[in-house]
T-cell receptor, first 108, second 112 residues
Framework: EDQVTQSPEALRLQEGESSSLNCSYT??????LFWYRQDPGKGPEFLFT???AGEEKEKERLKATLTKKESFLHITAPKPEDSATYLC?????????FGSGTKLNVKP | EAQVTQNPRYLITVTGKKLTVTCSQN?????MSWYRQDPGLGLRQIYY???????DKGDVPEGYKVSRKEKRNFPLILESPSPNQTSLYFC???????????FGPGTRLLVL
């Protein structure tokens, strides 16, 4: 069964305290892995797309990596404005499967 | 501005009263999709469309219908809504089925 699991469910960090979010997946044919940011009451906002194991992408304080079984979203020196829910999704042929998200709270 | 729009944004209705939530994109995307988001369950795909007149079921299609008569529009139809369809609904589109999806602002539905 195709499945995406994100951990932790919630994460509280002090401003500047780096950490990583995990997304593990089991799909029969991965065609892409996607990271999104979602603010309360809004639609998910695209962050990264990764297509093959070993691939890495960076944007400001965020870096996404991909292996054959999981992906990490590394947050370096986070700021309060990075507080949001981070969603991971995988594409298996024509369908998308999302994890439940990690709710990140960065305290000043 | 490239965007996905949904209407209405908020809707309160009663059990059994048919409703339609519209979705439109101006990016000439081939792939469009509907999701529902519930606390603790994440986003779950309801239906998707690979192109005009091509639609297929996602993970939770029961109680929903869709149509894709034009490339830009992908309405979600609830023929006989029930309280368990109370949820936050998102429409999304992508250039192709394996590419990045772009989401609309969401429609919050309450079925009494």
């Amino acid at each position: 069964e195709d499945q995406v699991t994100q951990s932790p469910e919630a994460l509280r960090l002090q401003e500047g305290e780096s950490s990583s979010l995990n997304c593990s997946y089991t799909v029969s044919g991965l065609r892409g892995l996607f990271w999104y940011r979602q603010d309360p009451g809004k639609g998910p906002e695209f962050l990264f797309t990764l297509y093959s194991a070993g691939e890495e992408k960076e944007k400001e304080r965020l870096k996404a990596t991909l292996t054959k079984k999981e992906s990490f979203l590394h947050i370096t020196a986070p700021k309060p404005e990075d507080s949001a829910t981070y969603l991971c999704a995988v594409n298996n042929f024509n369908k998308f499967y999302f994890g439940s998200g990690t709710k990140l709270n960065v305290k000043p | 501005e490239a965007q996905v729009t949904q209407n209405p944004r908020y809707l309160i209705t009663v059990t059994g009263k048919k409703l339609t939530v519209t979705c439109s994109q101006n990016m000439n995307h081939e792939y469009m999709s509907w999701y529902r988001q519930d606390p603790g369950l994440g986003l779950r795909q309801i239906y998707y469309s690979m192109n005009v007149e091509v639609t297929d079921k996602g993970d939770v299609p029961e109680g929903y219908k869709v149509s894709r008569k034009e490339k830009r529009n992908f309405p979600l139809i609830l023929e006989s809504p029930s309280p368990n369809q109370t949820s936050l609904y998102f429409c999304a589109s992508a250039i192709r089925e394996y590419e990045t999806q772009y989401f609309g602002p969401g429609t919050r539905l309450l079925v009494l």
